[in-house]
């Protein structure tokens, strides 16, 4: 099969929340894990000068190379292998011929499909030195995932996640991007539920062991409006102000929750100004 007929399979969403076995905890491990492992590649390759193609072209090699695919490619019309947004763009940058620069703050976004599971995955990397407010910036946002991911445990409901990202990073005085929302996740990509990063405790579905879904928070440091570029993808802050997102793909277990994107090197929080 060529990679569209296989694209072109995938099973579809639905309304019910699916629930998976044993089987879909070990695919999504593989898969989760892969992807991180391709962001961790990444790693010494994120620095002033590269373009983003360049790096796309390091991530689609690297998965192809694992015998899994690339979600996003093709994937609605997008034409690369990860999104790359860097500053004050929210997500869904499709990587070019743009240098990135001293500075810089950029998610890198994939997700691969391996034996039919997606893992799905982001995080931020510094370029070079950053500044204070931008390293903050991303410090909340990955803080305001922790306490989402923190939420999660059956019984618990949707809702409650999102509460507890959104009370977290309004403390820190960043607002919550409301137009992108995590997703179920596994043998189709964008799956129910929506999993909104604001909201209120006990609202939305309640949460059960064998739900598996993305938390992928996008935090302002101004305020929480997004537009999309004519591109039809590049969404960025109205007010210009900085943006970070940080993405797990996750599995809800009979205590609590597993994480299928950790990466198995620690770097899923990548050294920024060479904090430890
Ligand atoms: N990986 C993104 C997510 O977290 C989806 C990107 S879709 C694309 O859901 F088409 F833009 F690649
Ligand atoms: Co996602
Ligand atoms: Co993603």
Redesign the pocket.
Known sequence: MTTTDVLDDRPTRTSAIKLYGEEGFEGMRKAGRLAAECLDMLIPHVQPGVTTEHLDDLAREFVLDHGALPACLFYRGYPKTVCISQNHIVCHGIPGPKRLVEGDICNI?V?VIIDGWHG?T?RMYGVGEVSPRAKRLVDVTHEGLMKGLAAIKPGATVGDIGHAIQTYVESQRCSVVRDFC??G?GQVF?DNPNVLHFGRKGEGAVLRPGMFF?V?PMVNLGKYQVKVLNDGWTAVTRDKSLSAQF?H?CGVTETGVELFTASPAGLFKVPINGEV
């Open positions: 976004d997700t799905d982001s995590g997703h996740v964008h993305t992928e993405e793909s």
